[in-house]
């Protein structure tokens, strides 16, 4: 398998073939290789081994063949040239905050990321000394103008959660470098089956695998992928000596997750569409925000940015936070949770769960009001999911 050049097919090839190097037993499926540890084959190789002179596996919290294959399966779809598993999203974004940051650094992050990004920043990385701005994520110009002289990075997420708004990949990238600075974007949303960062110019790209690339709730992982340049100088010393390794076990899931994922992505997404437009036009809901409507503001940027509109629906009910959790209560199939990327489809009220710790003022500053339901849309039979809907509505 190795003399393959796996950059000569296509993404959903890569998805299912590449990273498997088959073993003497010529197994069909990618083994999980639980060991913890790997042996020498004298004390002079072990001695190479650690100096690094001669390649190969010395312990798992370093590098494992199973977890090996789900990296460079993902580095190859997301055309990076290196990608590195975690334990899960937020340890990813961790190793790359200690990667790349020092005291008296800024970073400038997106106002709609993950709560727990936000925290991330604004509670940790703070403590040692690095402060952090938060800015309008499609707003370009917003973002060049809270760049200061001591900026490391800019880090985004589009489309945002829960309002789906989309942020121009390729102008913030330029923004970006012009300055000085790298770019990041947490692709938990799109996937590279959807849209591909680093094509477009970002510098380092984070996973929650936990959501699509998983697909159906099972693992918790994440990853990074980046240039060899960047793994090498500034996450992977961090992911050897701070140990948020991915399991060997997680890792052979989510390389099977990854080998369905174009094709659960393209329903994911049909049906998304079908159900935005349906949405559209029910009485008692106020407002859809779903970037394949003509009325969303960034709908010409996600048809170029993105091959699909994406998977999760939001949308605002004319009577407020009790006509929410009315539609919400009277689901009798949709599973009640704010996960996201999973084959079930989940329903949830931000304003009370994901962004519930955000002040009223702060929450009506970004948008988010009491009277708005998140759809992550699943695989089941949509005609299925409008009923349970219609209970409510
Ligand atoms: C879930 C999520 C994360 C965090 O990932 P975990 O695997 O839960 O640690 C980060 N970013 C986004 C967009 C997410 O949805």
């Not at 913890?36 to 596996?57: D, I, M």
């Not at 002289?149 to 990238?173: G, V």
């Not at 710790?357 to 999911?385: F, M, T, Y």
Request: with cysteine; proline share 4%.
């Amino acid at each position: 398998m190795t003399d393959f050049d796996w950059n000569n097919y296509s993404l959903e090839t890569q998805a299912i073939r590449a990273g498997h190097d088959r073993t003497n037993q010529d197994e069909h499926s990618i083994p999980i290789f639980a060991t913890s540890s790997y042996v020498f084959k004298s004390a002079e190789e072990a001695a190479l081994r650690f100096t690094g002179k001669q390649p190969g596996n010395i312990y798992s919290r370093f590098t494992n063949p199973t977890v090996d294959a789900f990296q460079q399966r993902l580095a190859l779809m997301e055309k990076g040239e290196r990608c590195l598993a975690f334990s899960s999203g937020m340890a990813a974004i961790m190793a790359i905050g200690m990667g790349l940051l020092k005291t008296g650094d800024h970073v400038l992050c997106s106002r709609s990321v993950f709560g727990n990004t936000v925290l991330m920043f604004q509670n940790y990385f703070d403590k040692f000394g690095v402060k952090t701005d938060f800015v309008e994520l499609s707003n370009s110009a917003a973002w060049e103008a809270a760049i200061k002289p001591n900026t490391r990075f800019l880090f985004l997420e589009t489309p945002s959660n829960p309002l789906i708004e989309i942020a121009d990949i390729k102008a913030i990238a330029d923004i970006a470098h012009k300055n000085g600075c790298l770019l990041i974007v947490d692709n938990v949303f799109c996937t590279p089956v959807l849209q591909k960062p680093l094509e477009l110019g970002a510098d380092i790209i984070v996973h929650s695998a936990t959501k699509y690339i998983d697909g159906q709730g099972r693992c918790v992982g994440g990853a990074v992928v980046a240039s060899d340049e960047i793994i090498e100088k500034y996450i992977y010393p961090y992911l050897r000596t701070g140990g948020a390794t991915m399991s060997p076990f997680n890792a052979w899931v989510f390389l099977s997750g990854l080998e369905t994922l174009a094709v659960r992505m393209k329903a994911h997404c049909d049906s998304a569409f079908e159900l935005a437009k349906w949405l559209d036009v029910q009485p008692g809901v106020e407002k859809v925000y779903y970037p394949g409507l003509n009325s969303h503001p960034q709908h010409e940027l996600a048809k170029s940015q993105q091959s699909h509109f994406g998977a999760v629906v939001s949308f605002e009910l004319t009577e407020g936070k009790e006509h929410a959790w009315k539609v919400i209560d009277a689901t009798n199939m949709l599973s009640i949770t704010a996960n996201l990327g999973d084959v079930k489809t989940t329903i949830t009220h931000p304003a009370t769960t994901t962004h519930g710790r955000l002040s009223p003022e702060v929450r009506e500053e970004v948008g988010i009001k009491d009277s708005l339901v998140r759809i992550s849309v699943g695989l089941e039979d949509l005609e299925d999911i409008k009923n349970d809907l219609l209970n409510g509505l």
